[in-house]
């Protein structure tokens, strides 16, 4: 039990996994969830904190809450649609640390009374447009969530949610909410600034949600670069990668253009010297370096640095990357020389953010051998 604004804040990227049996937009998802068997499995998978769904058009109960209660420690966020002091009480009574106000439904004195009702609860106050992310900071929500689902239409919108995000106050803990089906959904979260998700369906339809849990959040990204065909993005696809790299500066493996990646993907344009605007979620850059790459490099959103690449000198070797790469600070894509049969070493020696292999997966330069693509994310995973 504890404050959710601490819990969420804490280094790296945190989630909240939501237990509800079923959705008005998707119908029933898990008629027969179990809160505290579940609330228990997220909180050992490494989940931030649990929000459980008191509300009966979900399927979820007062008694829901208390069975969490029992069986876990973490923070636990009641998440109704309330809108009375009674409500609130009966959320601390249940045992929730939290509790979610929706700022669509709400005005702005009624926000500030229910704030101000008890010391007892933090809030999560939820956004769904810049108007309402901007009644979020004047009224001092320290939590906010921003929902890619609108609400009215049940659609999501998972661009106009990480615009939200990027655009959020950073002294306030953010939580991008909903539409977080894959491992590169949450990682986009997380570069436009997110300090944490809350994932719901996805672990509800998932047959171990524990396990679906820590592959969204805990694992590391896995990149597969060098990408000059579309059955080869496929292929990566197919086979769980995360990234998609398209070498865009002079390489043998170098693509005319980015390709199209499935929604489970992030794109990145890769090059040397100066970026140019492709269409790409991100940009890896490296400096230039007597006509060809610089070793290490840096991985960009909109301009603006998210990550170090760090690699191996060009085409030379260095006993000591690994451990230069492992005391680096920050997200580190790890590059150079990874394949299927050491990249499982090289995550345990260096615990990076992402790992990134080309040369390591191909049957010749630019072109991939999906066996190995197959095995290489395996091994990552």
Known sequence: MGCLRD???????????E?????PSAGDLRPDAEPAALARSFQDAGAAAV?????ERFGGSWNDLRAARAATTIPLLAKGFFSTREQLEEAR????DAALLLLRDLDDATVLDLMGSTHDLD????AHDAEELRRAEALGAEVIGLNARDLDTFEIDRRAQLDLVARAPRDRVILAESGVQSRAHAAAAELAGADAVLVGSALMRAPDPAAKLADLVRRPLVKICGLTREDDVAAAAEAGADLAGF???ESPRRAAEPLPVPDSMLSV???VGNAREVGTDLIQLYAQENGHRARD???????EEVAKVLDLPWLEEDEGHLERAAQTKGRVLLAGGLGPENVGAAIDAVHPWAVDASRGTEAAPGIKDHGKVRAFVAAAS
């Open 123 to 126: 809030f999560l106050v939820e």
């Open 7 to 17: 819990a969420l804040a804490a280094p790296g990227l945190g989630a909240i996994a």
């Open 297 to 303: 490099g840096v991985l960009l959103r909109n301009g």
């Open 269 to 271: 344009g890769v090059f």
């Open 247 to 249: 070498v865009l500066a």
């Open 93 to 96: 009574a249940a045992g929730a």
């Open 19 to 23: 237990v509800k049996r079923r959705s």
């Open 51 to 55: 929000s459980i769904l008191v509300d």
